[in-house]
């Protein structure tokens, strides 16, 4: 599985085509940030008027290239229950939720092993569930459904759904300390992910890099991601 695994905001279907062209042979998983307007903002697409559902990210087999890549969808919708059989249904194998964004958690997570057989660590090729904290988040919230994840997904920017927010370096020190706590668990960080905090990151035993603005303002992606393989090779990462 990659360590550095880009991830797109989409705008429309064409962008994410072009993105996803952009990197095609060169990952084996995308991250696909679907922002709804209301939990975060702004609406990324398919939920930009005028509103497509997300039934609509799929092709007749599946999520658009699906097979050349793995997804990952990052849930930054309110009750995400409601949405998230529709992005499994498409092809998503890899879901993370915000735990911020739902009042019904538990529930959530009782239902992705009652209809979808999720059960952490079984089948993560399959579908694997990841929970995303907010940097202002306490990490305590995490705690009790940490035996229900597969990986916790540490936000490095205040403001979620935007590419190109400045990294807050705050959530060193809650990586270094969940870390010391949960040698096991692992982890990934979106937001803020680039050349220039990519060593501190991986030195903290962050397992997977998501990274946004840094790589498509790059003038060349293929560059750009081998810049970051250097750094996990020098660097090393956490197991």
Same mark, same amino acid.
């Given at each position: 599985?990659?360590? =550095? &695994?880009?991830?797109?905001?989409?705008?429309?279907?064409?962008?994410?085509?072009?993105?996803?062209?952009? =990197?095609?042979? @060169?990952? !084996?998983?995308?991250?696909?940030?679907? &922002?709804?307007?209301?939990?975060?903002?702004?609406? %990324? +697409?398919? *939920?930009?008027?005028?509103?497509?559902?997300?039934?609509?990210?799929?092709?007749?087999?599946? #999520?658009?290239?699906?097979?050349?890549?793995? *997804?990952?969808?990052? #849930?930054? =919708?309110?009750?995400?229950?409601?949405?998230?059989?529709? +992005?499994?249904?498409?092809?998503?194998?890899?879901?993370?939720?915000?735990?911020?964004? /739902?009042? *019904?958690?538990?529930?959530?997570?009782?239902?992705?092993?009652?209809?979808?057989?999720? !059960?952490?660590?079984?089948?993560?090729?399959?579908?694997? #569930?990841?929970?995303?904290?907010?940097?202002? /988040?306490? %990490?305590?919230?995490?705690?009790?459904? #940490?035996?229900?994840?597969?990986?916790?997904?540490?936000?490095?920017?205040?403001?979620?759904?935007?590419?190109?927010?400045?990294?807050?370096?705050?959530?060193?020190?809650?990586?270094?300390?969940?870390?010391?706590?949960?040698?096991?668990?692992?982890?990934?960080?979106?937001?803020? =992910?680039?050349?220039? %905090?990519?060593?501190?990151?991986?030195? @903290?035993?962050?397992?997977?890099?998501?990274?946004?603005?840094?790589? +498509?303002?790059?003038?060349?992606?293929?560059?750009?991601?081998?810049?970051?393989?250097? @750094?996990?090779?020098?660097?090393?990462? *956490?197991?």
């Amino acid at each position: 599985m990659s360590v =550095v &695994v880009p991830t797109i905001l989409t705008s429309s279907r064409q962008d994410l085509i072009e993105k996803l062209g952009r =990197v095609e042979g @060169l990952v !084996d998983t995308v991250q696909i940030d679907a &922002v709804d307007g209301r939990f975060a903002s702004p609406a %990324t +697409w398919p *939920y930009t008027p005028p509103k497509d559902d997300a039934p609509e990210l799929a092709e007749p087999n599946g #999520l658009l290239a699906l097979g050349r890549f793995r *997804y990952e969808a990052d #849930l930054m =919708v309110a009750d995400p229950e409601e949405s998230i059989g529709t +992005w499994i249904a498409a092809g998503a194998t890899r879901i993370v939720v915000h735990v911020e964004s /739902t009042d *019904y958690l538990p529930r959530l997570i009782d239902d992705l092993a009652h209809r979808f057989g999720h !059960d952490k660590g079984f089948a993560p090729d399959l579908l694997a #569930l990841g929970l995303s904290i907010g940097i202002e /988040t306490d %990490t305590a919230l995490l705690e009790q459904y #940490l035996e229900s994840a597969d990986f916790v997904q540490f936000m490095g920017i205040k403001t979620i759904g935007r590419q190109g927010e400045p990294f807050d370096r705050r959530v060193l020190e809650k990586i270094k300390a969940f870390r010391a706590k949960h040698p096991s668990v692992p982890i990934q960080v979106d937001g803020g =992910v680039s050349l220039a %905090t990519a060593p501190d990151l991986l030195s @903290l035993g962050v397992n997977r890099l998501i990274v946004g603005s840094d790589l +498509w303002k790059a003038e060349n992606v293929e560059e750009e991601l081998q810049r970051f393989q250097e @750094l996990v090779e020098r660097y090393g990462t *956490y197991s």
